[in-house]
C-alpha cells in the first residue's frame, strides 16, 4: 500500500514546533514550498502571516521573535525567493533573535542539471546560522517518523539556544506537492504532548522577568571574583546594552550594593531603575566631565551601548568584565580583562547579597553622577523645551513620553535610536525594540509589524524617512497583515546622521552620495498602502495625534517635518548646554 509521506513529513514538522512554543509563521506564496505551506494553514494552531516580499516575510518574522521570544516560522519557495532571506537572517544570527528558516528546494536529481528557479542551497547563509540541515526527500522508510519528529524538535531547540538565533532548514520535495489522499505515514509523537526531545532552560515570553526564568546557581569562584573587583575599584561603572538579560529588580540591587552608577542603553530595559544616568550620552561629550570621571572598572551585561562617544569613554577602563551566557565575544575595543560565562541576573542577584553584608553601598562617586545626571537632564530639557520647530531630540522625547504604559516601541537605526539613548525619559515597563544585531535599515517596517503581531499590544515606531521608504515590502505587507502599528517619521529629506559624520564637509557629492533625499511624499506613500496619515507640525501636538492613532487602531503614519541641516545645531545646543551644567562636577569627587 502507497502511502503519502510527504504530507507526513510537513504536519509532523508542524506538530512539533508547536509542541516546542511556536505559535507564528510568515509565508511567501510559492509552488516547492506548497506542502509546507498547507500543513501550517491546516494545522490550525499557528497564526499564518502571508506576505509577498520575502525579505520582508523575514523581517516580519524577526519582529516577531523579538516582540515574543519565541521563533517564528518563515517559509519560502526555492531560488531566489530563498536568497532573500540573507538581510533579517543575519540580524536574527547578530541580535540572537530565534527564528525558524525554511527553504523549499528540488529533490537531488534536479539540482545542478538546470532545473528552473533552482540555486544552491546548501548552506546558503555560510556561517550565520544555529543549526543547518539539508534535509533528506521525505520518504516511506523505517525510522522516518522519529527522524521527521526530531527534526522538528531540534529546530526549536536550536533557535531558542543559547544563545537564540537563526536556524535554516533547507526541504527538498518530490512531486507531486499536493496531498494525494493516500494514507499517511504513521508518526505518532509523544503521548503527554511535549515536543519529541526537550531543551531548557527556555527564554521566556517578552515581558517576563529573567528573575522568575533564570537558575539560581551560580559557581561561588565566579561570584568571588566580581565581588573582589567591585571591592577594589570605588570608580566603576555598570553598564548594560541590549540583551541584558537583568531584572531592573536585580539591577537596582546590584547598583546600590556596588555604590557604582549605572549606564542603561534604552533597549536593556533597565533606564528607570534607581542610579541610572539618564542623560550620559551628552554628559561624556562634556570633556572635563568625561576626563574627571574616568572608570577605572566596568561590568558590562548584553551588547555595547549605541553611543559611540560613551563606549570610547568606557574603553579607558584597565578592568572591564563582560558578562554572557555563553562566551560569544563581544568586545570590539578590545579592552575587556575578562569574559564571564554566566547569567547575568542570578551573577548579579548573588554578587549583591554578599557586598550588601559590608556595605550600604552609597559612595560620594555615585552620589556625583546621581547630582551630575540630574543637572544634565534639567540642562537638555531646558534647550529642548525653547525650539518652537519640531526637532528630532524632541520628537525621540515626546515619541517615549506619550508611550501608554502596556505598549511597546520599535526605533530605526542611524538616527533615531540614538536621540532615543540621548534624549528620551526613562520608561519602566515599556519594552524599547530595535535591529540592533548589524544595526540596518533593512526590514524597519516589517520588523515592527511583526513586534506587533506577536505581542497584540500597542506598537509605535520610530524611524527617518529612508528606512521607512527602504522597505517597500513592509508596506505593501501592512495592508494585508492585520497589526496595529504608529509610525512616527521624522521627515528631513533624506540620511540624517551623515551630517554629523565627516562627510558633510565634502562640497560637490555629500548630498548625492551621503545624504540621498529620497524625493518621495511620504504622506502620498502611505495612503497609496492604506495609512492612515497625521501631519505634525507644531512639538506640542506629536502627543496628541500617537494617541488618537493608537485609539484608532490599524496602520498609521505620523509624520514629523524637520531640517536636516538645523539639526546638526539642535544636538550642538544640548550639548553646550549640559556641558556648561557640569562644569561644578569636572573635579574628580572625593574618595568616600
Known amino acids: 500500500m502507497t502511502r503519502d509521506a510527504l504530507a507526513a513529513f510537513t504536519r ?44 520582508s516575510a523575514a523581517f516580519v518574522a524577526v519582529g516577531i521573535g523579538r516582540g515574543t521570544g519565541r521563533p517564528a516560522v518563515v517559509l519560502t519557495t526555492s531560488g531566489t525567493a530563498a536568497a532573500n532571506l540573507h538581510p533579517a537572517l ?13 527553504t523549499a528546494d528540488r529533490p537531488p536529481e534536479l539540482r545542478d542539471v538546470g532545473a528552473p528557479q533552482t540555486i544552491d542551497q546548501v548552506r546558503l547563509f555560510g556561517a550565520a546560522t544555529r543549526w543547518f540541515v539539508d534535509a533528506e526527500v521525505p520518504t516511506d522508510r523505517p525510522g522516518a517518523p522519529d527522524a521527521w519528529r526530531e527534526l522538528g524538535a531540534r529546530s526549536v531547540a536550536a533557535a531558542v ?24 505515514v504513521p508518526a505518532p509523537g509523544r503521548a503527554d504532548g511535549a515536543p519529541w526531545t526537550t531543551n531548557a532552560p527556555r527564554p521566556a515570553p517578552a515581558g517576563v522577568e529573567p528573575a522568575a526564568i533564570e537558575p539560581a546557581v551560580v559557581e561561588p569562584a565566579v561570584v568571588d571574583a566580581i565581588v573582589e573587583r567591585v571591592r577594589r575599584h570605588e570608580r566603576g561603572v555598570f553598564v548594560a546594552g541590549w540583551g541584558a ?38 554628559m561624556l561629550r562634556a570633556d572635563g566631565f568625561a576626563a574627571a570621571h574616568a572608570p577605572t572598572a566596568a561590568i558590562r551585561v548584553g551588547a555595547p551601548l549605541t553611543s559611540a562617544i560613551a563606549n570610547r569613554w568606557l574603553a579607558q577602563s584597565d578592568d572591564t568584565v563582560v558578562v554572557g551566557p555563553d562566551l560569544r565575544w563581544c568586545d570590539p575595543d578590545r579592552r575587556a580583562a575578562a569574559l564571564v560565562g554566566a547569567e547575568p541576573e542570578p551573577l548579579l542577584r548573588s554578587v549583591a547579597a554578599v557586598l550588601e553584608t559590608a556595605t550600604d553601598g552609597r559612595s560620594a562617586w555615585r552620589d556625583g553622577w546621581d547630582r551630575a545626571s540630574d543637572r544634565a537632564v534639567r540642562a537638555q530639557n531646558d534647550v529642548i523645551d525653547g525650539w518652537v520647530e519640531c526637532s528630532e531630540p524632541r520628537t525621540a522625547r515626546e515619541v517615549v513620553a506619550a508611550l501608554p504604559a502596556d505598549s511597546a516601541l520599535v526605533v530605526a537605526s542611524s538616527m533615531p535610536i540614538r536621540d532615543v539613548e540621548a534624549f528620551a525619559p526613562p520608561r519602566a515597563g515599556v519594552p524599547m525594540i ?53 509610525f512616527v517619521v521624522v521627515d528631513n529629506g533624506g540620511g540624517g546622521i551623515f551630517s554629523f559624520l565627516p562627510q558633510a564637509d565634502l562640497p560637490h557629492h555629500f548630498e548625492t552620495l551621503f545624504a540621498t533625499p529620497p524625493g518621495a511624499d511620504l504622506p502620498a506613500v502611505a495612503a497609496v498602502h492604506g495609512f492612515t496619515v497625521t501631519e505634525v507640525h507644531a512639538p506640542a501636538h506629536l502627543g496628541v495625534a500617537i494617541a488618537g492613532a493608537l485609539a484608532a487602531g490599524g496602520v498609521h503614519l505620523v509624520r514629523v517635518g524637520t531640517d536636516r541641516s538645523r539639526n546638526v545645531e539642535h544636538h550642538r545646543e544640548v550639548w553646550r548646554a549640559v556641558a556648561s551644567a557640569l562644569r561644578p562636577w569636572s573635579e574628580p569627587a572625593a574618595p568616600g
Open 12 to 55: 509532523v514538522l508542524v506538530d512539533e514546533w508547536v509542541r516546542g512554543g511556536v505559535t507564528h509563521a510568515v509565508v511567501a506564496p510559492g509552488s516547492r514550498s506548497a506542502p509546507l505551506a498547507l500543513a501550517l494553514a491546516d494545522d490550525g494552531r499557528v497564526a499564518i502571516h502571508v506576505v509577498i516580499d520575502e525579505r
Open 245 to 282: 538579560a537583568v531584572s531592573p529588580a536585580t539591577a537596582q540591587r546590584f547598583v546600590a550594593a556596588s555604590g557604582w552608577p549605572l549606564l542603561a542603553d534604552p533597549l536593556s530595559g533597565l533606564g528607570a531603575v534607581p542610579g541610572a544616568v539618564h542623560a550620559y550620552e551628552a
Open 90 to 102: 543575519l540580524e536574527a544570527h547578530h541580535g540572537r533573535v530565534p527564528l525558524i528558516v525554511c
Open 161 to 184: 539556544g543559547p544563545p537564540a538565533g537563526p536556524v535554516h532548514l533547507n526541504l527538498p520535495f518530490r512531486e507531486p506537492l499536493l496531498p494525494t489522499g493516500a494514507p499517511l
Open 434 to 486: 530595535a535591529n540592533r544585531g548589524v544595526n540596518g535599515i533593512d526590514g524597519f517596517v516589517s520588523t515592527a509589524l511583526g513586534v506587533a503581531l506577536g505581542r497584540a499590544a500597542p506598537t509605535v515606531a520610530l524611524s527617518g524617512d529612508l528606512s521607512f521608504l527602504h522597505d517597500g515590502g513592509g508596506l505593501l505587507a501592512a495592508r494585508t497583515l492585520g497589526a496595529s502599528v504608529v
